[in-house]
């Protein structure tokens, strides 16, 4: 912890620092606990727990493949990325790729990952995935579509379209209007001036990646959230 705090405490701030949101302050608060930065989001901020989530919606996932290859797109500070490497070994991963549009959460996981040699770190636009046609098995994202307008959404989903092999899957979490806990939220924190979420409907997002070329397998309902299971549909099949 002390040499990941060593490069970012009382860093001017830039602007890729500023595409990491709150994640800096988190860490200085982490840091006066003497706290690890992901513990201190699991158990000071009450944040949803990533382990009951992941061996629900992904983890049954990965029993379809031997080997795989995972993209995590958005993976924050790794909160979600420690409990996936660690179920993925047992799978015999061959590479894990961690795609972010801050390059402060890119040098923070390089830090705290930096003993990891199975990981490849990225930074992206925001928008798209430079990678070659059929690069992963997987694709795992935890926080990011919540946010993204309906344009992002159906960009990536062109883009999480051509670099998921057929067969494999995407998971990933998105907020849902559809039920009284989602709606109530929407309005609740619409009043607060939090203009920052995107709420849709089931309907919205099986379209948008219907049209991509996946099929939804199954959902999770936790809340005002909705984890989807997308697999990306085997051509001649």
């Keep these: 912890m002390k040499n990941i705090l060593k490069g970012f405490l009382g860093r001017v701030p830039t602007k890729d620092d500023r595409l990491a949101e709150g994640y800096p302050r988190y860490l200085e608060k982490a840091s006066s606990l003497g706290k690890d930065l992901n513990d201190f989001l699991d158990e000071d901020m009450g944040w949803i727990k990533p382990l009951p989530v992941l061996e629900e919606t992904l983890f049954p996932v990965f029993d379809k493949f031997s080997s795989p290859e995972i993209l995590e797109l958005g993976p924050g500070t790794g909160r979600w ?30 830090e705290y990952f930096k003993d990891e040699s199975v990981i490849e770190f990225v930074k992206n636009n ?10 992963f098995d997987i694709v795992f994202s935890q926080g990011v579509f919540i946010e993204l307008k309906p344009s992002f959404i159906y960009l990536y989903s062109i883009e999480l379209s051509k670099v998921i092999r057929q067969g494999g899957y995407f998971v990933f979490d998105y907020f849902n209007f559809d039920s009284d806990e989602g709606w109530n939220y929407f309005i609740e924190e619409s009043h607060k001036g939090n203009i920052y979420y995107t709420f849709y ?36 099949i």
Excluded: C
């Excluded at 309907?203 to 909705?226: D, R, S």
């Design 201 to 236: 409907s089931d309907n919205f997002i099986q379209k948008i990646f219907t049209m991509a070329g996946f099929e939804l397998q199954k959902k999770y309902v936790y809340g005002k959230a909705v984890f989807a299971v997308f697999r990306k549909i085997v051509k001649g």
């Design 126 to 135: 925001g928008q798209s995935l430079s990678f070659d046609p059929g690069s």
């Design 81 to 110: 990325t420690r409990h996936i490497l660690k179920k993925a070994k047992q799978y015999n991963l061959k590479r894990i790729t961690l795609v972010d549009h801050s390059e402060w959460m890119i040098n923070f996981l390089k």
